[in-house]
Every structure is written in C-alpha cells, then in structure tokens.
T-cell receptor
Framework: AQSVAQPEDQVNVAEGNPLTVKCTYS??????LFWYVQYPNRGLQFLLK??????LVKGSYGFEAEFNKSQTSFHLKKPSALVSDSALYFC?????????????FGSGTRLQVQP | DAEITQSPRHKITETGRQVTLACHQT?????MFWYRQDLGHGLRLIHY???????NKGEVSDGYSVSRSNTEDLPLTLESAASSQTSVYFC???????????FGQGTRLTVV
C-alpha cells in the first residue's frame, strides 16, 4: 500500500523568509511524487512533480521540491514566501507504471505567510 | 480550453435520498477519479475508472457507485445519502501519458 505523511498541520512563516513544507512517503518501487495547492473554495492546482532525473524539481509560482530517496522525503520549498502563498498544500504519491494510477494524498499542511 | 467541470457546486439533500454528482471533462482523458475531502483526512479515493465501461473501488467506496458510459463523464451516485457522506467531493482526470491529475472545482454536499 502507498501512503503519504505531512507531519505539520500548519506552517507559519514571515513574508520574505524561506519556507519548507514537509512530506514523507511510502510506496513500492520508484515513486511518482506531486505537490498540489488549494486556495479557499477552489479545486486542487498542480504545482510540480518528480518522476525521474534531477532530485530538485522546479514548479509553478517559484516553488521547488527536493526528492530524497534515502529519507523517503519530498519537501516543498520556496526561497522567499509571499502573503499570496497562504493556502493548503497537499503532497501525493503514486506507484510507477500503468497499474494503480490514482494518487494517494497526505492530510495537507496549511501555510500561513504573515506580512 | 479543455477543462473538468463538476455540478452542482453545492447540494443539500436529506438522509436516505439518492444523489448524483456530475463530472465532465473535455481533455479526452482515459483516467477519471472521485475523491472526498474531509478535515484531517486530506483527499480519499472513492472510485476510479481507466476507460469506458471500467470502474474500480477506492478506499472509501461503501455507499457510492459510478458508471462510465463515455470518455467524458463519470457521475458519482450516493445510493442512500447518510450524514457521514457530508463532505466536499472532487473529480479528477489524467492521461495515461502523464502522471499528474487535474481537478474540478469540487461539490460541497450536505446531508441533513
């Protein structure tokens, strides 16, 4: 079975400071990993993904994520937070190949950026 | 632009009634999924489909059903609505050639 853990319900950071939202995963084989963002009363928007290759992946709105296979982690990062980054962030995983194609999500982390 | 739309956006229904939530995508994606979102649980998979006439149960499928008669639509039916099914429901789709899924705007369902 595949699973995702987001250990922090909420992360608070001051505008202009770097931010990190943590994610660890469990899956058989090499993982496909994703980050999504959800703004109030909206659907989930895709931010970035790791499939293979460079461990540091860049995505939308200046976000990036670092894949660490030995620690089974895929933390989301941004060098300088904006107030507009305040939202709910979800990490997700799926197994490779064409078997199970549904994503398994973590419980979400609320990011609050203070001005 | 291609998109995925859900209707209705909000629904209030009574316990015991049958309810159907619609999901329509114009990307021509083979894979479609239904999730429910509850506080503290993130998104949990209800049902999914990999193509026409294909349906599969997810982790929280009890009390729900889906049918896939064409590529564009995957309606979700609550056979007899229960208060425990009060939630926000999201439909998503993906193409076999890409890993990420794209989500609709969600349906907020309240069962009273």
């Amino acid at each position: 079975a595949q699973s995702v853990a987001q250990p922090e319900d909420q992360v608070n950071v001051a505008e202009g400071n770097p931010l990190t939202v943590k994610c660890t995963y469990s899956v058989s084989g090499n993982p496909y990993l994703f980050w999504y963002v959800q703004y109030p009363n909206r659907g989930l928007q895709f931010l970035l993904k790791y499939i293979t290759g460079d461990n540091l992946v860049k995505g939308s709105y200046g976000f990036e994520a670092e894949f660490n296979k030995s620690q089974t982690s895929f933390h989301l990062k941004k060098p300088s937070a904006l107030v507009s980054d305040s939202a709910l962030y979800f990490c997700a995983v799926r197994a490779p190949g064409t078997g199970r194609r549904a994503l398994t999500f973590g419980s979400g982390t609320r990011l609050q950026v203070q001005p | 632009d291609a998109e995925i739309t859900q209707s209705p956006r909000h629904k209030i229904t009574e316990t015991g009634r049958q309810v159907t939530l619609a999901c329509h995508q114009t990307w021509n994606h083979n894979n479609m999924f239904w999730y429910r979102q509850d506080l503290g649980h993130g998104l949990r998979l209800i049902h999914y489909s990999y193509g026409v006439q294909d349906t599969n149960k997810g982790e929280v499928s009890d009390g729900y059903s889906v049918s896939r008669s064409n590529t564009e639509d995957l309606p979700l039916t609550l056979e007899s609505a229960a208060s425990s099914q009060t939630s926000v429901y999201f439909c998503a789709s993906s193409d076999p050639g890409q890993a990420e899924a794209f989500f609709g705007q969600g349906t907020r369902l309240t069962v009273v």
